[in-house]
């Protein structure tokens, strides 16, 4: 039990260093997830100006569910998304 207990926040630990590079031509957005607190914040940069798109107050649950369906969306209209650490 403890391992799996171990495992779990290892992988949101893992995740929060975590930031999604969209590009498309010159243009590139990131989705940044970052811990605050015992929670998270999803960042947006899109041409320079940051806007936060998620929260959650304890875990990163919905930060990285709103990050993936982003990501899916950017790539959907044509930008290849790698993470970078």
């Known amino acids: 039990m403890k391992s799996i207990l171990a495992l779990v926040l290892l992988s949101s630990t893992v995740s929060f260093a975590d930031v999604m590079e969209c590009q498309s031509g010159g243009d590139k957005r990131l989705l940044d997830v970052s811990s605050v607190e015992k929670g998270c914040e999803l960042k947006y940069t899109k041409g320079g100006n940051i806007e936060i798109k998620a929260t959650q107050k304890i875990g990163d649950g919905k930060c990285i569910e ?20």
Not at 66 to 85: D, I, N, P
């Open 66 to 85: 709103v990050r993936e369906k982003m990501q899916k969306t950017l790539e959907a209209s044509g930008y290849t998304c790698a993470v970078s650490k």
